[in-house]
Every structure is written in C-alpha cells, then in structure tokens.
C-alpha cells in the first residue's frame, strides 16, 4: 500500500513535471477561472485551469494568453501549455476544442456534465486525436457508476471525484468525499486500476481538507470556492465579499436548480444542480413565488451591481460548504502556498499522535 | 499544534482511562444498539453506546445487562457503567435518564436532538446532579451555529459533530464532514475551547474515514452504519443484508422524511429527516403516491419479513453514504481492531509520501 500510495503520486509529477505533492488544482470555473489565475496557480507547482467555454474565439484568446504567462515556466513539457481546459460537455461541441487546441494544445482537457455518457468517449477520442496525445483526458464524475463508466470510454489520466459539498454545478444527488473517494478507490482496485490517480472536490479549502482528502486515497486535491478568493479570481467584488463572509457552509448554502432558472441557463442534464448560498431568490420560490416573477426581480438587481450579493439580495452566489473556512483575499500562488504547507504539516501532526506504534494509547 | 491535537487525545483517554486512541466509538442506534454491541466496542477498547429509548423499566433492564457484560474490564473508573446512552431529546423525558442514572450511571449520557436548544441545558443540569458529575454530557450537533450553542448551554465534554451523509437522523440541511469538522474546531478556537474532543460522525465505515476524520481535526470517529453490520447488531436479517450488498453510497440512499411517515414516527422536529436506502416507497411517493396509501402498503409488507427488504420493498434501511465500504458482518470487536489498524496504517503511508520534507515533490 506504501507503494501504490507512492505510484499515484509519482504518476502525477510524471504526466506533469513541474507538479509538488501533494497536487493541489484550481478549478476550470465559468468567468472566474481567468488565464492569470490559472497561470499563477501553474507557476506554484501546481494546475490550473481555464473554462472552455462554448465560443472558438474566446478560447484561442484565452489559451494564447496563458502559453504567454506561463513562457517562464522551464520545468514543464515544451510541447504542451501547462495548463487544462474544462469543458461542459451538454452545451458545448468537441470541435470547439479540437479546432483550439491544434494550434495551442493545454496539458489537460477536463470532461464534465456530458448529455450521455457516450459523448465522453466521442470528446477523449477527438481531443486526443487533434494533439496527437498530447492533450491529457480527466474526467469529472460523482458517483461509482460514473467513475467506471468514465474509466472504460475516455480511459482518462486521472478521476477528479467531486463530492456533494462542492460549489457550483454538481451531481443532485452523491456522496461527499468522505465515503466517495474510497469507493471509487476500491472500485478501480477492483478493476485493475489501482494506478490510476484520482483528485478529490468538494469542501476542501485548507490543508486540513487536503490531508483528509489524501488519506482517503486522493493523489490531491481541486478547490474552486477557495479560489474564487484569489486576487486573480475574475469575479465581482459583491461576490467575493460574500465569500469570505459566509459561514457554516452547510446552512448558509444550499443546491438547487435555482440559480440556473434566475439566470436562464438552459441545457444542464436533469441530474444536476448546483450549490450556492441562500439568498432572498431562495426563499422567495420557497414562499411560492413563480420563476418569472422571480427572474424579473433578479433582473431589476443585477443594475444594483455590487450591492445586490448577500443574502438580504437575489445575485448568484456559487459557494462550496467550505466557504465558511475562507477569510481573505489573496494571490493564487500564496493560496497552493499555505494549503500545502498546512497539508503536509496536518499529516505530520496527526501522524505522529495517532500513528502505529506512536499512539497515545492506553497511557 | 502537535501539542493540541496530543491533548485533545489524552484528554479522551484521561477521561475514559480504557479507550485506545484514536477513539472508535458505537453510535446509540435504536433497537440496534443491543447492549452486547455496546459492551463489546468497549471491551475492545472503545466505547459503545446504548439508545436511552423513552421507557424507564426498558433502560434500567439493559443498563443492568450492560454493567454485567463489562464486569470484566479493569481498566475502567469504577463508579460508572463503561459505556453511554444516547437520548433524542424531543421524545423523551430527562426524569427517565435521571431516575435511572440514580441507580446504575453510564460512563456518558449523548443528548441528541432537543425540540428547542434551552432543553440540552435542563437535561445537562438533571443528569449532573443525578450522578454527581459522574456521566459525562456529549452532545450531537450538525451545524457551526448548534455547536456553539451547545458549549455554551450543556459545557459538553466531547462534542459528537455529524455530517450530512451520516445514516439515520441528522438535520435535514448540513455540510459533510469535510468542511463541517474544521470549521467547527476554529470556532471553538475562537472562544476558547480548542481542547474540547470532538468525533466525526457520517460516511466513515473504515480505517481511511477515520484518518480522514483525524486529519479534519477530530480525535475520534462514531461510526453507525458500520455497526449494523456487527454479528450483535439488533436488527433484521433483512435490513443487514442489504447493509454488504448495497454500493455507490451516494446515490443508493437518499436524506427523506419519507421512513417516519411510514413508520409512523411522531414529533420529530421538522429541521430533521433520515438518510435511509432508496426502495419502492421512495419511488411511489416520487410518483405521486398519497401517504396513507404509502403506509398501507408498507404495513402489508411487514407481514413478508426479511425478504420485504431491498430496493424492490418497502422495509426501511437507514444507511449512510458509506454503505459501500461494508461487505461483511463481523464482531464488534473485530470492527473497531481492523478499522483502527487500518487507520493507523494509512496515516503513517500518506505522512510519508506526503509530509514536509518527505514529499515526492520536483522528483
């Protein structure tokens, strides 16, 4: 076990070499996943990740700019930009990707939210195609049956297995992490592929969330909240403030189909949601309003900008549970920076009080 | 830091002189809490719980069964049982736990459960003065906002902190314990109370769950689920087949109110359900099924027994998101030696690849 531990990490660096253990990723989030946050959490030895996004255009933009941000980066493969891509597969068409990235290939495309499963096999095949490998394929599942599904059509370089406390658009109905990552885990042994490195979502803002997330089996871990309080973050004020103001996550968030009908976002498959924090739109469906009488108050806010997040008002807040965890603003790079640190720190600690041999036991 | 989470440790073992750390503890789960469950997670150097249940004559019976069945255990404090009772505080009454405890006192008495928060203060206040402080008070909380209030209104000596995707009762709306563990630990920080053992309840089944839970910040886990498939866990047949056979934690259970509606289970408060496996009820009840006709057709099914389980009946399995970890019944004590050794052990491998100065970083 010492040495599969071991493997799954050395298969990260490996793929990406210019990766720390353990890895901790930003996630490719619609709007607030800009190129300078996905570059600078790339340049402190991690990945970051940019949204695909439905438009040509905009990601060949997007993709010149972080080859141009991460140009000093001497430790990765010359033939790849070190960063991924994330794409929502229902809304989006492979040649969007395939077409960008035949002339940009990132390091990694990362599937998610596919219309059926089979389309995971379709975007893999293509996108491998169009780089000549290059290209690495992860994909999200959140669920067992998603990950063998995942693992037998897009033979992908590595599972990011989202549980329920994660921000933003998710499974309706999962596990968190706790329970998921180790089923996953033992259904991949159970199939061969206990090789195959997986990175943990939902809940994780601190090295604490890192240091469990390994000890259930993950090679590392994706954070998307924490990063919406990166100085990088392309998100609006009203929006961060609300980040690192919220607490006890459980209560103060909720998932919901909410948010998408609020802002008229069609197409998500109908067994997703997605999590965000409560606000006045929350609890006005609750007193029965109807959608339209709802969107048409959402939209009398968005003129109030800033002012309109929080709880007493109707924009959007996507937020994991974690987010009562989060109470600064700060660069990307100082963000990997600390939660490592604190990570390897916590296993330390905790290992030495309750290790084998080295427990407090029967004193 | 090291030396927090020692004390957090020792002050377990300093309380309870025959628990080994870290600290596996038996939840009091109604009907299949036997008293030989109990005894036996202690014996094995943990602490088991029986549920108080609402009858006097019923608990003084088996907290006499218990206290002949630990007789043999030295290590314990003498002038208690060594082992707890939890009570869901809506339905029962302080003056059984009182006139009981007068005669034969647990270890620990869980209050879980109040139908307003000022209730944990009487019954802290009656079950104190009824053993002269000799039962300790823990209390299950599910939110940052109860744990606080809990300190502040039963001064607890362990705090029992449970995640959304525990089995059986929990508040309807609530984090995993991935963010809910650390952010209550900074909350007791921030008045204070760093000290205070806390254990991490929901989802963990085995030994990664548990030095997830550690890392987290806990000094222990509760397990429950894990328990019903112990050999002296007092349930059906039935019901502890479909514990092994059941997989992908997250979506085979769902959080319902749906099991009291057809048990026929009054009064809980209405911020309560129970995560319990999907079966036809659920199925009909999403189809439109009336209640009445729900629990006509659930009575009927009683009458077939052990076969009326599984996701085709209509029997009620509570289970957590961690039902797929559990693919044998075994002893209670065979439970809690194989989940601590395996926690220990995944501690050590993971601190190893992964702690400061030994990470597999930049190979």
Not at 153 to 178: C, F
Not at 191 to 196: E, F, K, N, P, T
Not at 278 to 307: F, Q, W
Not at 356 to 361: D, N
Request: charged share 20%.
């Amino acid at each position: 076990l010492n040495e599969e531990t071991a493997t799954m990490a050395n298969t990260l660096t490996r793929l990406y070499p210019w990766l720390t253990n353990p890895a901790i990723i930003s996630a490719p989030m619609l709007g607030a996943a800009t190129p300078a946050l996905a570059a600078n959490v790339t340049k402190a030895g991690d990945l970051g990740f940019i949204a695909g996004g439905t438009r040509l255009d905009t990601l060949e933009i997007a993709l010149q700019e972080t080859a141009k941000l991460t140009r000093t980066l001497n430790s990765h493969r010359k033939d790849t930009i070190p960063i991924g891509v994330g794409f929502q597969l229902f809304n989006s068409k492979p040649s969007t990707a395939t077409a960008a990235f035949s002339k940009l290939a990132p390091a990694v495309a990362w599937l998610f939210a596919p219309a059926k499963a089979a389309d995971l096999a379709e975007w893999a095949r293509g996108i491998r195609e169009a780089t000549a490998g290059k290209t690495h394929i992860w994909v999200q599942i959140g669920t067992v049956a998603e990950a063998r599904l995942a693992v037998e059509l897009a033979e992908p370089e590595v599972l990011v297995v989202q549980g329920s406390d994660a921000g933003g658009h998710g499974l309706a109905r999962s596990a968190s992490v706790i329970s998921l990552v180790p089923e996953v885990k033992d259904m991949l042994a159970s199939i061969g592929r206990a090789d195959l490195p997986i990175l943990a979502a939902g809940g994780i803002t601190d090295g604490r969330g890192v240091a469990a997330a390994l000890a259930l089996g993950a090679a590392g871990v994706v954070m998307g909240t924490r990063f919406l309080a990166a100085s990088e973050a392309g998100i609006a004020a009203g929006w961060q403030n609300e980040i690192t103001r919220l607490g006890d996550g459980g209560v103060s968030t909720t998932r919901s189909t909410l948010c998408d009908r609020l802002k008229e976002t069609k197409g998500w498959p109908a067994w997703y949601d997605g999590r965000a924090a409560i606000n006045k739109g929350h609890e006005d469906e609750k007193g029965g309003m109807t959608d339209d009488a709802n969107v048409a108050l959402y939209k009398d806010e968005l003129k109030r900008g800033d002012s309109a997040w929080g709880s007493h008002g109707r924009m959007v807040t996507y937020a994991g549970t974690g987010v009562g965890l989060i109470h600064d603003v700060k660069p990307a790079a100082a963000i990997v920076k600390d939660v490592r640190s604190q990570a390897r720190a916590c296993l330390e600690r905790v290992a030495e009080t309750y290790g084998r041999g080295k427990a407090v036991s029967r004193l």
